[in-house]
């Protein structure tokens, strides 16, 4: 401190702005800020883009690429804009949001003719994505019912820990991914929740689980919902992959579907990310179902007392381009079509790749790559092996040995695979 | 299940920019004390036992609360909320002015309410060099892939160059950590949660007024702040020996937040003195420094102007913090784009700050939006329209100047009783303290229908020049004939 005052005093004395300013000899308030870890999933594309070999894949981050391994635009969202350019006025949306958006995105969630929606007890708002839609959620917990936790699913998407810390909940795991079968511990997550205290917080994907593809059959869901109604678990869903994971986001929504039927009142997160492209755009939705459209009101009121000190109000392009093609019937026609196209091609990958592998000789099993679903495979390789993959074939993923497969495509999956039984085949 | 009946909270947090539905809510939204104050000490459900002992009407809250605590049997589980002890939060004070603005059939009426740029038609404004970015960009098909969690390159470096200026020797020596954010509340927010996580008990001072949503985000970032004395109702000016008074006092190691230019919601700035004195005693206290710059270009015209307190601040050798929001220099309100940017004293500081910048926006919204981050980078980038934007942004400021002008010269003319309305004219900015009280405000939109904040607050930006004259005689009869 003395050191510093006497810094100070130096400079004080000279304020003129002709100060010989030297960077080294003043201590810093920023002495004991550490750097910080590399984000896991998004660290893998910094260090894939520095990577100079011309060999070198990216199956890092859940975003689609097209066969030739090009980030896709969708036709309907280039329409969308063309539209939307220069015609509105850039003017503050509401704090929750365009609202025409909204009630395109619920129905999605919820079905068309939803009498939730009808009756209006869905509390909803346009959110940063699905990261903005958790988080409000998260600080939303920690307002209302600021005794409880969350319980996240083993493994999830690493950055659900964070959300959900930043918001001060305390967080739990749960039994999910079984590494033997690589499938569902169905037995020990039903114990888990039947074990939960009654009452307790959920965190479900809705569909195409993130990192490891695996999703409860029909039956399980039935059978999960029903152990939520005996204890009285709350459910939220984070739906990330409408569409993306069987071509279809009508049967995507199956699970919530489910416990709506069941009654529950669910909490969701929606993002557009993924299904309509609009990674950047940040434009994703944050519901909640209500008693009536009275409590629906005040609930959407505190979940706008949280957005406004975060970010005031959402931004409005990505907003624009969704209800621009969920409102025009011809548009959202376009938009199913490219969703399967996206569904389409990676179940097609799947097949080629485990093809591949299997081709190659492999004594490992790998039907694990065509039973999980959506962007993600859970490959089951050792952080290990994923080194090695990474430096001696120049393959970037990240280090729970997760697959995009949106990043495979019919030029690079025969290399993937040569180089995954290159790793593997000792094991 | 709640009584709801027609009550309207007031309270003098002047939000200008946001819009929620208008709403009655019962006597126990006094409850939902979360939202409005800092409540560290008592979690929510503490303050309903509170509450309910007070009060005569016995809602049940404390059942409903036992209920959703989750000893509740299977039938009742599903049917049951979590969300029954959920009160309406307050209503905007804002929004209830464009509301009721809205629902005003006069052809007087006048709008003072809203905290953007309005042409002399009374238009929103979108501004020609944007339609062209966007066009650009539209030819360009640019794709829409996240952004890093700092945000666009091209964008962070503009914005840097442009709030110290291009040539500042601070920017070659990499000493300023900036990403992206979203507008200037997200990078307030961002800023509010390092502070949090590294100045653990650190306060923030805030002028008295300020903007509404300065203490929201504080609050709820977990931020302790307290006030430094800043209008003065008696000059309609600054208190500055209040304000100094207030800085010295304050614990050493303060964050002080201070408004770059055009506060808000006065409209008066500290001369180029004052700025040197404030940063004196400033670094006297070992404070440092947090601007606010929301207006850049928009107060006087000049952007490298505008910015000459920061970079006065930067030029001492003192590391700060500041927020920057392109929301009215560029009209890209809904877009949300700004920057939170840390002068530090090193390199390898700057460094690690980003980095930890970054880690408290990745479980905030992981990465910022795409669009107008590329509209500011094409503006900016592009010497032609570098050269339009800064003509448009002049454009806009004079006009807000010349209807300044105008209302002044009516209220000298009109005005007998020789009282001094020259504050209008020292005044900078969209956002001005017309010194008048609540009931004077009231009296402003029964009578005359001219809508504003009931601090006194008026937007010039919602002013035309057609009604300068109307708008002086509504004040003079305000100011004289309402008490």
């Known amino acids: 401190m003395a050191i510093r005052t006497a810094i100070t005093r130096r400079i004080t004395s000279s304020s003129s702005s002709s100060i010989l300013f030297n960077s080294r000899s003043m201590s810093s308030w920023w002495g004991n800020v550490q750097p910080a870890p590399k984000d896991p999933i998004l660290g893998v594309t910094e260090a894939f883009l520095a990577d100079p070999s011309p060999d070198k894949v990216n199956v890092g981050v859940g975003a689609y690429r097209d066969d030739n391994g090009k980030p896709v635009v969708l036709d309907c969202v280039r329409e969308a804009e063309r539209r939307v350019a220069g015609n509105l006025n850039m003017e503050y949306l509401p704090m929750g949001g365009s609202n025409k958006m909204v009630e395109e995105t619920l129905k999605l969630a919820y079905g068309e003719d939803s009498d939730l929606i009808k009756d209006k007890r869905i509390a909803a708002i346009q959110a940063l994505s699905g990261t903005g839609a958790c988080r409000i959620f998260a600080d939303f917990q920690k307002r209302f019912s600021p005794d409880s936790q969350i319980y996240i699913p083993a493994p999830t998407w690493s950055n659900h820990h964070n959300i959900w810390r930043d918001a001060n909940v305390p967080q739990r795991t749960f039994h999910y991914y079984h590494p033997e079968s690589k499938g569902l511990d169905f037995a020990s997550l039903m114990d888990d929740v039947k074990n939960a205290p009654n009452g307790s917080f959920f965190l479900l994907h809705a569909c195409a689980h993130n990192p490891t593809g695996v999703d409860p059959t029909v039956e399980q869901w039935k059978e999960i919902s029903y152990q939520f109604k005996v204890k009285g678990h709350f459910a939220f869903f984070d739906m990330a992959y409408q569409g993306f994971a069987s071509g279809d986001p009508e049967r995507d929504a199956k699970s919530i579907r489910i416990f709506l039927e069941d009654g529950h009142l669910i909490g969701c997160s929606q993002s557009y990310a993924k299904n309509m492209g609009l990674y950047g755009q940040r434009v994703g939705c944050l519901s909640l179902v209500c008693e009536d459209e009275k409590q629906a009101v005040a609930v959407k009121s505190q979940l706008q007392q949280l957005a406004r000190p975060m970010y005031s109000n959402p931004p409005v392009h990505g907003a624009l381009i969704v209800s621009t093609i969920l409102g025009d019937p011809d548009l959202k026609q376009l938009w199913l079509k490219e969703v399967k196209g996206m569904a389409d091609r990676i179940i097609g990958m799947r097949t080629s790749l485990r093809e591949n592998i299997e081709k190659l000789g492999s004594p490992l099993s790998w039907e694990h790559i065509t039973n999980q679903i959506g962007m993600f495979c859970y490959s089951g390789m050792t952080p290990e092996q994923v080194d090695r993959l990474t430096k001696e074939f120049h393959i970037y993923m990240t280090r729970n040995g997760r697959i995009s497969m949106a990043g495979v495509t019919s030029g690079n999956v025969e290399y993937l695979a040569k180089a995954i039984h290159e790793v593997t085949k000792a094991a | 299940m709640w009584d709801i009946k027609e009550y309207t909270l007031h309270h003098h947090f002047a939000l200008d920019r946001v819009a929620i539905p208008k709403i009655t809510i019962s006597a126990m939204a006094s409850i939902s004390l979360p939202s409005i104050c800092p409540s560290a000490a008592l979690s929510f459900q503490d303050k309903c036992k509170e509450k309910t002992n007070s009060r005569s009407s016995s809602k049940s809250v404390l059942s409903v609360k036992t209920k959703s605590r989750g000893q509740i049997t299977m039938a009742v ?122 100045f653990p008990g650190a306060k923030v001072l805030i002028s008295s007024p300020t903007w509404g949503n300065h203490k929201n985000i504080f609050n709820d970032a977990r931020v302790p702040w307290s006030e430094y004395r800043y209008y003065d109702p008696k000059t309609v000016g600054l208190d500055f020996d209040g304000m100094v008074a207030d800085i010295k006092a304050a614990p050493e190691g303060s964050f002080v937040l201070l408004h770059g230019c055009a506060h808000n919601p006065t409209g008066i700035d500290p001369t180029l003195e004052q700025w040197e004195k404030i940063a004196d005693v400033i670094q006297e206290k070992n404070h440092i420094p947090f601007f606010d710059v929301a207006y850049q270009g928009f107060a006087s015209g000049s952007l490298d102007e505008d910015a000459s307190s920061v970079r006065m601040f930067a030029a001492r050798g003192m590391e700060l913090l500041v927020a920057q929001s392109y929301s009215k220099n560029l009209g890209l309100y809904a877009e949300r784009v700004g920057a939170i940017n840390v002068l530090c004293s090193s390199a390898d500081a700057a460094v690690r700050v980003k980095s930890q910048l970054k880690r408290i926006a990745r479980p905030m919204y992981s990465n910022p939006p795409v669009h107008g981050a590329r509209i500011v980078a094409n503006v900016v980038g592009n010497p032609d329209f570098f050269n339009e934007w800064k003509e448009e942004m002049e454009m806009m400021a004079g006009r807000i100047k010349s209807v300044r002008q105008k209302l002044y010269n009516n209220l000298s003319a009109k005005d007998k009783s020789g009282k001094d309305w020259s504050f209008v004219l020292k005044q900078i900015g969209m956002i001005s303290f017309t010194g008048l009280n609540k009931a004077q405000s009231d009296n402003m939109t029964d009578k005359w229908h001219v809508y504003m904040t009931k601090d006194g607050r008026i937007s010039l930006a919602g002013l035309s020049s057609a009604k300068c004259e109307y708008l002086a005689d509504a004040i003079i009869d305000s100011y004289h004939n309402v008490s």
């Not at chain 2, 049951?80 to 009426?109: C, H, Q, W, Y």
């Not at chain 2, 914005?159 to 000493?175: K, M, V, Y």
């Open chain 2, 77 to 198: 589980a599903v049917n049951t909320s979590r969300f029954d002890n959920i009160t309406m939060a307050p209503p905007d004070p804002i929004l209830g002015v464009s509301e009721a603005f809205k629902a005003d059939t006069s052809e007087l009426k006048l709008n003072l309410g809203v905290g953007a740029y309005r042409t002399e038609e009374l238009q929103p404004y979108v501004l020609k060099v944007v339609k062209k970015a966007e066009n650009l960009m539209l030819e360009r098909g640019e794709n829409k892939e996240y952004l890093p969690i700092e945000g666009l390159a091209a964008f962070n470096k503009a914005t840097a160059e442009l709030l110290f200026g291009a040539d500042n020797p601070i920017l070659h020596q990499q000493r300023v950590a900036t990403i992206q954010g979203l507008s200037g509340t997200g990078s307030l927010r961002v800023a509010a949660a390092l502070i949090e996580r590294y």
